[in-house]
């Protein structure tokens, strides 16, 4: 995985790296190449991760790594504190965001299972699973997806907003489920009811569970925390992190993280806002993911869970929103909805509540990607982005031509 120069992300060049942290930046020069990209290469952990059990032998270079780490310049923070922020949302364009690091272990680990086919599930704009319809045609795989949706829509075409364009675009399988069916018989017996059908059919299908957490797909984030080590390592700016913020929606972000920084160099603390579900849900899941892993730590120990569902999953109150829209007028950077957006507005409401919790502190935010699921939102956000008018041009003005006619 480390063939792909991990450059100084946080400074803008080269040439102002730390001289003792040149000899690292050659040796992964060398390895590095421009045909990395899709490629199986075999697996080598970092040093302060090599106990784990089980170890992945191989891992597919999916993502456009490493993302970049800058200063996030929102307003309204409490004195000395600092907020920089990890943009996984830049880690590809029809792959972008957190579940592609999962998906390089786990799809590595289908195709040497020698699968022809993938199963995942998730709701309708599933930022997991159609980062997992693109990554499985690019490596020849089909993709099946069951997406929970209202039982008044299950019987109709699902449309082709957001992230269903990509996954329908891909030629995707795609199975509807009404809530109600979904928590009735839940997603492991879904995914395995339609794994059935396949391997009766004569397919060798793999299953990808909600999010691709599980204690494999934690591997993405564990390799995460190394990235970072090495981007503050090979940066001038001699930050060093005190809390780690990040949205929660199926909970394997927030194991591999709260574990690599745990054992890791950053020792940060890592704060999870969830978006579904309840903090005790969350913690007995990632317990169950690191224990998957042998680590041996208790969750309530490295990673601090509090509730950001508001309404509900992938639901916004016009607060929310028009957080979203200040937040991307005020510093450039465009938050999904349903996660990075729920847990920055958590987390600002958070500061402006208990402002002595978050003072002084350094803090490294991860944008998880999931621009699309904006698109299902556009009806909500039209109140909130009215900035527009004809121009205003008199007809005497006498012509000038640029490049091109355009007509």
Same mark, same amino acid.
């Given at each position: 995985?480390?063939?792909?120069?991990?450059?100084?992300?946080?400074?803008?060049?080269?040439?102002?790296?730390?001289?003792?942290?040149?000899?690292?930046?050659?040796?992964?020069?060398?390895?590095?190449?421009?045909?990395d990209?899709?490629?199986?290469?075999?697996?080598?952990?970092?040093?302060?991760?090599?106990?784990?059990?089980?170890?992945p032998?191989?891992?597919?270079?999916?993502?456009?790594?490493?993302?970049?780490?800058?200063?996030?310049?929102?307003?309204?923070?409490?004195?000395?504190?600092e907020?920089?922020?990890?943009?996984?949302?830049?880690?590809?364009?029809?792959?972008?965001?957190?579940?592609?690091?999962?998906?390089?272990?786990?799809?590595?680990?289908?195709?040497?299972?020698?699968?022809?086919?993938?199963?995942?599930?998730?709701?309708?704009?599933?930022?997991?699973?159609?980062?997992?319809?693109?990554?499985a045609?690019?490596?020849?795989l089909?993709?099946?997806?069951?997406?929970?949706?209202?039982?008044?829509?299950?019987?109709?075409?699902?449309?082709?907003?957001?992230?269903?364009?990509?996954?329908?675009?891909?030629?995707?399988?795609?199975?509807?489920?009404?809530?109600?069916?979904?928590?009735?018989?839940?997603?492991?017996?879904?995914?395995?009811?339609?794994?059935?059908?396949?391997?009766?059919?004569?397919?060798?299908?793999?299953?990808?569970?909600?999010?691709?957490?599980?204690?494999?797909?934690?591997?993405?984030?564990?390799?995460?925390?190394?990235?970072?080590?090495?981007?503050?390592?090979?940066?001038?700016?001699?930050?060093?992190?005190?809390?780690?913020?990040?949205?929660?929606?199926?909970?394997?972000?927030i194991?591999?993280l709260?574990?690599?920084?745990?054992?890791?160099?950053?020792?940060?603390?890592?704060?999870?806002?969830?978006?579904?579900d309840?903090?005790?849900?969350?913690?007995?899941?990632?317990?169950?993911?690191?224990?998957?892993?042998?680590?041996?730590?208790?969750? =309530?120990? $490295?990673?601090? &869970?509090?509730?950001?569902?508001? #309404? @509900?999953?992938?639901?916004?109150?016009?607060?929310?929103? !028009? %957080?979203?829209?200040?937040?991307?007028?005020?510093?450039?950077?465009?938050?999904?909805?349903?996660?990075?957006?729920?847990?920055?507005?958590?987390?600002?409401?958070?500061?402006?509540?208990?402002?002595?919790?978050?003072?002084g =502190?350094? $803090?490294?935010? &991860?944008?998880?990607?999931?621009? #699309? @699921?904006?698109?299902?939102?556009?009806?909500?956000?039209? !109140? %909130?982005?009215?900035?527009?008018?004809?121009m205003?041009?008199?007809?005497?003005?006498?012509?000038?031509?640029?490049?091109?006619?355009?007509?």
């Amino acid at each position: 995985m480390y063939g792909r120069l991990v450059m100084c992300s946080i400074c803008p060049s080269i040439s102002i790296l730390h001289t003792r942290k040149l000899s690292t930046l050659v040796e992964l020069l060398m390895a590095s190449s421009s045909f990395d990209f899709l490629s199986l290469k075999p697996y080598t952990p970092p040093s302060w991760a090599s106990h784990l059990d089980p170890i992945p032998s191989h891992v597919f270079s999916l993502a456009h790594l490493p993302t970049p780490i800058h200063r996030w310049n929102l307003p309204n923070l409490p004195p000395n504190t600092e907020v920089w922020l990890k943009r996984d949302d830049l880690s590809g364009m029809q792959l972008s965001g957190n579940k592609v690091r999962k998906l390089e272990f786990l799809l590595a680990d289908a195709i040497a299972e020698g699968a022809d086919s993938v199963i995942t599930i998730g709701g309708i704009q599933s930022n997991h699973c159609r980062a997992t319809a693109v990554a499985a045609k690019y490596l020849n795989l089909d993709p099946f997806l069951i997406l929970r949706t209202s039982k008044l829509l299950v019987d109709q075409d699902p449309s082709l907003t957001g992230n269903l364009l990509v996954e329908r675009l891909v030629g995707a399988n795609l199975q509807l489920i009404s809530k109600e069916e979904y928590a009735q018989i839940g997603s492991v017996t879904l995914a395995n009811l339609l794994k059935q059908k396949l391997i009766n059919q004569g397919r060798n299908p793999y299953v990808i569970p909600v999010g691709g957490s599980n204690s494999l797909g934690t591997w993405g984030y564990i390799e995460a925390v190394r990235e970072i080590e090495m981007q503050i390592q090979s940066g001038t700016s001699n930050v060093k992190f005190d809390d780690i913020v990040v949205a929660c929606g199926s909970g394997g972000t927030i194991a591999g993280l709260s574990l690599g920084s745990s054992l890791s160099t950053l020792k940060a603390r890592v704060h999870a806002f969830s978006v579904c579900d309840d903090p005790d849900y969350f913690h007995d899941f990632v317990q169950g993911l690191i224990d998957g892993l042998k680590a041996g730590v208790n969750s =309530r120990d $490295i990673v601090h &869970i509090q509730n950001a569902k508001g #309404l @509900g999953y992938a639901m916004n109150t016009s607060e929310e929103l !028009s %957080f979203v829209k200040e937040v991307a007028e005020a510093t450039g950077v465009v938050l999904d909805p349903v996660y990075s957006g729920k847990a920055a507005y958590a987390m600002l409401k958070d500061m402006n509540e208990n402002p002595k919790k978050w003072e002084g =502190r350094k $803090i490294l935010f &991860i944008h998880t990607g999931g621009l #699309l @699921g904006l698109y299902d939102k556009v009806d909500q956000l039209a !109140s %909130f982005v009215g900035n527009w008018q004809r121009m205003d041009v008199n007809e005497s003005v006498p012509r000038q031509d640029g490049i091109g006619k355009m007509f």
